[in-house]
């Protein structure tokens, strides 16, 4: 079965920094890999995904990704944030296998954005 | 606008009453799902379904039921509802299947005293 750890449960940043926000997985071989956005009173809504190819994802709101096999990670990054960018945060983890047919969410990573 | 819409946004009941939770979608979408969502436990799904008529339990299914008569609909009904689910409750769907990334509605808040 799968797993993932988001190591921060808060970070804090000044309006106009870089961001990276850490996911790690733990699966057998490559996983889908997601990240989802839920800002306050919101659902969550996806920002971009991985399946194959091409290891620098990008997504929307000037996200991206990066899929690092040897380290079993997927970081968020972000070269600039924005205040409006204060929200939480959750990594995910499918099964292309099919032996499970739930993703696996982290905890989730709540962004504090200071001006 | 594609979109999965919850209702009620908000709601307020007391230990027993039933109630009913709705879900739809408007994107021809064969897989939903339900999620409760409570701080330090992140995102636990309650049941999934993967067409109509064909649904299973997720992580926490008890105390909730579900139903999938047609493909948009996808309600969560609380025969009994108790405190301890008081939570924020997320439906989802997904056109290629839940490990594809999901669109959530957004969310319902359900207070039980």
């Known amino acids: 079965a799968q797993s993932v750890t988001q190591p921060d449960i808060h970070i804090t940043v000044s309006e106009g920094a870089s961001l990276e926000l850490r996911c790690n997985y733990s699966?057998?071989?490559?996983?889908?890999l997601f990240w989802y956005v839920q800002s306050p009173g919101q659902g969550l809504q996806l920002l971009l995904k991985?399946?194959?190819?091409?290891?620098l994802v990008q997504g929307i709101k000037g996200f991206e990704a990066e899929f690092k096999r040897s380290q079993s990670s997927f970081n968020l990054r972000k070269p600039s944030v924005h205040w409006s960018d204060a929200a939480e945060y959750f990594c995910?983890?499918?099964?292309?296998?099919?032996?499970?047919?739930?993703?696996?969410f982290g905890r989730g990573t709540s962004l504090i954005v200071h001006p | 606008e594609a979109q999965v819409t919850q209702n009620p946004r908000y709601l307020i009941t007391v230990t027993g009453k039933k109630l009913t939770v709705t879900c739809s979608q408007n994107?021809?979408?064969?897989?939903m799902s339900w999620y409760r969502q409570d701080p330090g436990l992140g995102l636990r799904q309650i049941y999934y379904?993967?067409?109509?008529?064909?649904?299973d339990k997720g992580d926490v299914p008890e105390g909730y039921k579900v139903s999938r008569k047609e493909k948009r609909n996808f309600p969560l009904i609380l025969e009994s509802p108790s405190p301890n689910q008081t939570s924020l409750y997320f439906c989802?769907?997904?056109?290629?299947?839940?490990?594809?990334?999901?669109?959530f509605g957004s969310g319902t808040r359900l207070t039980v005293v």
């Open positions: 989802a769907s997904s056109l290629r299947g839940f490990n594809y990334g999901y669109t």
């Open positions: 699966y057998g071989a490559t996983p889908y």
């Open positions: 991985y399946f194959s190819g091409d290891t």
């Open positions: 995910a983890v499918g099964d292309p296998s099919g032996g499970s047919y739930i993703p696996t």
């Open positions: 994107m021809n979408h064969e897989y």
């Open positions: 379904s993967m067409n109509v008529e064909v649904t």
